[in-house]
C-alpha cells in the first residue's frame, strides 16, 4: 500500500499541476487523498510527501489529506507531530468519518485540521432521526467554533441538502 500511496500521490500531483495549466480550476481547485493507516504511520511520510510536493512543483495549500478519525485516534502525541508536521508542509488535513471512531473532543482541539468530514450515516438520518440531526448540528457547531470548515458526505437528496445549507455546512 506504501508504494502504491506514494504512486497516486505523485499521479495526482502531476495531473493537478497539468489541469492548472490549462486552466482548469485555477485557485479553488484542491485535490484529497486519502492516506491509509499504513502510510501515515511510515516513518518517512513527511519526507517523501514534501519530495513528491516538491518535483511536482504543485501548490500545497492545493492538497488535502484525508485520514480517517480512527488512525488519528491511535497514539495522540505521535499523531499530533506527525499531524504539525505535514502542516508544516503546507497541506490541508481532513478528519474522514468523523463521529463514527472514538474521538476525543479534547485531541480535536490539539490537531491541525481543517476539515472535518461528517460520515454519511449521519447525512442519511439527518431531518428523519432526531438523534442524527442532533449529531449533525453539533458537529457543525463545535467545527466552525475550533475554526474547521465542515463537509458532509453521502448528501442525496434536496432536503439534506438545505438542511446541511440552514445548519451552515460549508460543503
Not at 57 to 66: A, K
Not at 131 to 143: G, P, R, W
Amino acid at each position: 500500500i506504501v508504494p502504491l500511496g506514494a504512486w497516486v500521490l505523485r499521479a495526482a500531483c502531476e495531473q493537478s499541476v497539468r489541469w492548472k495549466a490549462l486552466g482548469v480550476g485555477q485557485e479553488s481547485l484542491c485535490i484529497s487523498i486519502n492516506l491509509s493507516a499504513r502510510q501515515f504511520r511510515q516513518p518517512d511520510l513527511v519526507e517523501s510527501i514534501d519530495a513528491i510536493l516538491r518535483s511536482t512543483g504543485i501548490d500545497p495549500t492545493s492538497i488535502i489529506f484525508e485520514i480517517t478519525e480512527t488512525v488519528v485516534m491511535g497514539d495522540a502525541e505521535e499523531t499530533i507531530a506527525r499531524l504539525t508536521a505535514l502542516k508544516a508542509l503546507g497541506v490541508q488535513i481532513s478528519i474522514d468519518d468523523f463521529g463514527t471512531g472514538y474521538s476525543s473532543l479534547a485531541y480535536l482541539r490539539r490537531f491541525p485540521v481543517d476539515v472535518l468530514k461528517i460520515d454519511r450515516s449521519f447525512i442519511a438520518g439527518l431531518g428523519v432521526h432526531d438523534e442524527d440531526t442532533a449529531i449533525v448540528t453539533a458537529i457543525i457547531s463545535l467545527a466552525h467554533s475550533l475554526g474547521i470548515r465542515v463537509v458532509a458526505e453521502g448528501v442525496e437528496t434536496a432536503e439534506q441538502a438545505m438542511q446541511l445549507a440552514a445548519l451552515s455546512c460549508d460543503d
